[in-house]
């Protein structure tokens, strides 16, 4: 197990479904982590499958966003 980085809310204007939420703020936290110097995350997620289909066959500019390293630069 590891070690509670972060903790935070942050509001959204709009309506969003909750699963589209919950993605936003994961790809927020993964870029705070890196920017913390954290390579290594454990998430725990509610969304985990929707992640995986944008990961594997969703929009190309996250899969170059995350896959690519361009999230920690």
Do not use: R
């Given at each position: 197990?590891?070690?509670?980085?972060l903790?935070a809310?942050?509001?959204?204007?709009?309506?969003?479904?909750?699963?589209?939420?919950?993605i936003?703020?994961?790809?927020?936290?993964?870029?705070?982590?890196?920017q913390?110097?954290?390579h290594y995350?454990?998430?725990?997620?509610?969304?985990k499958?929707?992640?995986?289909?944008?990961?594997?066959?969703?929009?190309?500019w996250l899969?170059?966003?995350?896959?690519?390293d361009?999230?920690?630069?």
């Open positions: 197990m590891g070690d509670l980085l903790a809310s942050k509001g959204l204007h709009g309506m969003f479904s909750p699963k589209a939420t919950e936003y703020a994961t790809i927020l936290g993964l870029k705070i982590a890196g913390m110097g954290h995350v454990i998430l725990e997620m509610d969304a499958e929707e992640f995986q289909f944008w990961l594997e066959g969703g929009p190309l899969f170059d966003v995350l896959v690519n361009k999230l920690f630069s």
